[in-house]
């Protein structure tokens, strides 16, 4: 009984010379190495101390979505009044989002959240099979957040976007 040669996600490219393989069996496809450099990276900043600053549409009702690291990317899904947030990990937070790990398969992504929503279902629903196989594959994990407002979004040329749909033409 043989096991099947398994790259190692954590290679740099493709070709023989730049390819490893991965432990065999193992879930995150990382070998030793890697996965010691993950963990490094991970424990460097424990999560308690993560911050992120986003932008994020404001509703009609007050309830922050939408939550992108750019004004446009905001602008492109709804438009709302937009604004800059402080979004960090809180046990007692009132929104939920998916935390990136530094696994080398998250890419330029790696330790950021995303897919921030008020309902922990609605994280769930971003992966075919919930979030439990991503987790058991270091992918990342399911975190609670406490989002602060920090203000109004301000448009690069200094025009605030304190209006839905549309910039005001106030400066500063």
Known sequence: MSSAWVRCVGSRGYS????????????????????KAMVAAEAARPMAERTWLLYAG???KGLLRHFW???????LCARD???LTRVRVDSNGSQWGWYRSYHPINGASMGHVTMIYPLKMLVEMC????TAPEVKRGHGQL?????EVIRPAVHP?????????????EKG
Not at 69 to 75: A, E, G, L, P, R
Not at 143 to 147: G, I
Not at 157 to 169: F, L, M, P, S, W
Request: hydrophobic fraction near 35%; charge should be negative; glycine fraction near 10%.
């Open 16 to 35: 023989y010379e730049e390819m490893h393989g991965a432990e065999s069996g193992a879930p995150d496809e990382l070998c030793a190495a890697c996965r």
């Open 58 to 60: 404001v509703d009609d």
């Open 69 to 75: 690291s750019s004004t446009m990317q905001v602008q």
């Open 81 to 83: 009044k937009i604004v």
């Open 127 to 130: 992966f075919a099979y919930g």
């Open 143 to 147: 975190v609670s957040l406490s989002v």
């Open 157 to 169: 040329e200094g025009i605030r976007y304190d209006k839905a749909g549309g910039e005001t033409v």
